[in-house]
């Protein structure tokens, strides 16, 4: 089933009700589209709990944690804390918040323990692999010169695409890898799926758009065309 995962950011969108009227937007779409696409919200550690108790069918995850176990550590985030206020999983290494080799490490193995999922971002295809042997629930590759850009990658790199899904395969054949970076429209979620990506990771398209439900409900059907066109 492809991912259409949301990183809300830190977007004025991201905070209060009008962070939460996308989760509900994001919701009534997972349920329009269960079992067809899986949605993923990661949120601001802020609206964590606020939205995982509006919602059932959609993912929440945070968007960072910290490598750190809870003590001592003022102004940190550590996994047990997101997964108290309710998210399933993580976003780790972004490139708005890269983390040392060493603490994905750490993470993805204490988020395993804790039944968190894990999506470690990469930004080249070498990065991408080196994430995959830390056997995290995904991979996303994101060439961050396309971040925010409107520019898709699955169509400006299409062999960033490529190359990482060849590599990660290499390393762990049961790690999906999703694509992001300017993905902007349907078109372009679908071209990902069709260069072998397991879905997508998006933001600006979604969290600055006039209607980010129809937004959302273009990139997931989308989806689910392009997945059901592959059997
Ligand atoms: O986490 C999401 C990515 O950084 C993509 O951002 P973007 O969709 O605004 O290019």
């Known amino acids: 089933m492809p991912v ?3 990183n809300y950011k830190a977007y004025p969108t991201a905070f209060g ?3 939460l009227a996308i989760a509900l937007s994001a919701e009534k779409l997972a349920e329009q589209y269960d079992g067809i696409v899986r949605f993923i919200l990661a949120v601001p550690a802020t609206e964590i709990a606020r939205i995982s108790e509006a919602l059932d069918k959609v993912v929440v995850y945070a968007q960072h944690v910290d490598p750190v176990e809870p003590g001592a550590y003022t102004g940190f985030i550590p996994l047990e804390a997101v997964k108290e206020a309710g998210a399933k999983g993580t976003l780790l290494n972004h490139s708005e918040r890269r983390l040392r080799l060493s ?6 193995r204490r988020a395993t323990s804790l039944g968190l999922e894990t999506l470690v971002c990469a930004d080249t295809p070498a990065a991408a692999a080196a994430a995959a042997v830390f056997a995290p629930t995904m991979v996303a590759v994101e060439p961050p010169e396309l971040i925010g850009t409107g520019l898709p990658v699955s169509k400006a790199k299409p062999e960033v695409i490529t190359s990482s899904i060849r590599m990660v395969r290499m390393i762990n054949p ?7 970076a300017g993905i902007t429209s349907g078109e372009d979620a679908a071209r990902a799926l069709e260069l072998g990506a397991a879905g997508v990771l998006v933001a600006s398209a979604v969290m600055k758009a006039k209607d980010p439900e129809a937004k959302m ?3 997931a059907e989308a989806l689910a065309k392009a997945a059901e066109k592959q059997g």
Do not use: R, Y
């Open 103 to 108: 603490d994905i490490d750490l993470l993805v």
């Open 217 to 219: 409900l273009e990139l």
């Open 4 to 6: 259409l995962a949301v």
């Open 17 to 19: 009700s009008a962070g």
């Open 174 to 180: 049961e790690v999906p890898v999703l694509a992001g």
